[in-house]
């Protein structure tokens, strides 16, 4: 059981990393099915257009999956064309929305990348899609006739050059692939140094913060299914009972809009989320609530007039 412990405390401390890892995991395994089951090439004048589909067209697409199952874009998304929305700053909602944007394509870059990065490694798209090209036609076969042509596009499916080119197009592959990951590990570094820089937050303020959003969520999902359970099962009583049904409290329309807006953290306003910004300053308001009951205008007015007449 503590070995247990053990490991699941360190899944949750390097969740982050391992959610990335098991993403780059499952587009290799992918890969590897694509490139072993599905992928032909036909050895033909059509090698570069059909390599070239295998090697970017699933990366594209895994980079617009990204984007539907990412929860910051549709939080960002979700009601911005109402009239309301569009009556604010415009140049305040485009700034916020690239910064969003920005931060959501960075993440999203991660499966499709990994999607190329795999297959240059294993050679068999780049190759494909090489053999057929104008460039290595004009490299290999530059005053060699036509034969060498027919030679070099039947490369993938086992042909061989007099001159044994084969090799040079795997080596080419592999090696845009580890540049590559290379470039990609070294922007990351990069880049993190940067946001931890400018981060507004100081290291364990910034741990902290991700494990309350952690807990947030799992804490949000749980009563909000109570909630909706509680509702539907008042609701479901009064069609099958015909009863007029009885009070429920439940957040408004403009609650909902409140905590559903993208949260940007102000060192003026330390909230962790819009819900905990939410609560502060619905506390706030009801607390000035509160002090205006006890002293209303008009009683505001008797007091004064009592001080008016001690001064006489």
């Given at each position: 059981?503590?070995?247990?412990s ?93 910064e969003?944007l ?93 946001y ?9 303020q ?24 509680h ?29 559903s ?24 308001s ?26 006489f």
């Open positions: 059981m503590n070995k247990l053990k490991v699941l405390d360190f899944c949750i401390r390097h969740q982050t990393a391992l959610g990335y890892g098991t993403v780059s995991l499952l587009t290799a395994g992918m890969e590897e099915i694509f490139s072993s089951v599905v992928f032909k090439c036909p050895c033909n004048s059509k090698n570069t257009i059909y390599g070239s589909v295998f090697l970017i067209v699933p990366a594209f697409i895994l980079f617009l999956l990204g984007y539907m199952v990412n929860t910051r874009i549709w939080l960002l998304l979700t009601g911005s064309c109402t009239q309301e929305s569009c009556s604010c700053n415009f140049w305040e909602n485009c700034k916020h929305y690239c969003v920005v931060k959501v394509t960075a993440r999203n870059l991660v499966a499709p990348l990994t999607w190329i990065a795999v297959a240059l490694l294993s050679t068999d798209f780049y190759e494909c899609a090489a053999s057929g090209s104008s460039f290595w036609k004009k490299r290999v076969c530059k005053d060699k006739g036509t034969k060498c042509y027919e030679l070099l596009v039947n490369i993938p499916c086992g042909g061989e050059l007099p001159v044994n080119e084969t090799f040079s197009l795997q080596a080419e592959s592999q090696l845009i692939g580890w540049v590559l990951i290379a470039s990609i590990v070294t922007m990351a570094l990069f880049f993190k140094c940067v931890n820089c400018c981060s507004s937050v100081a290291y364990f910034q741990k902290f913060w991700k494990m309350y959003l952690k807990q947030e969520r799992e804490q949000f999902d749980t009563k909000a299914a109570e909630h909706a359970r509702l539907a099962e008042r609701n479901i009583t009064c069609f099958f009972e015909t009863t007029d049904p009885s009070p429920f409290q439940t957040p408004s329309n403009e609650d909902w809009r409140k905590i807006s993208l949260h940007t953290f102000s060192s003026q306003q330390e909230y962790y989320s819009m819900i905990h910004k939410y609560a502060n300053t619905q506390k706030d009801r607390v000035r609530g509160r002090e205006g009951a006890q002293n209303p205008p008009i009683l505001g007015f008797v007091a004064r007039a009592s001080e008016r007449e001690s001064e």
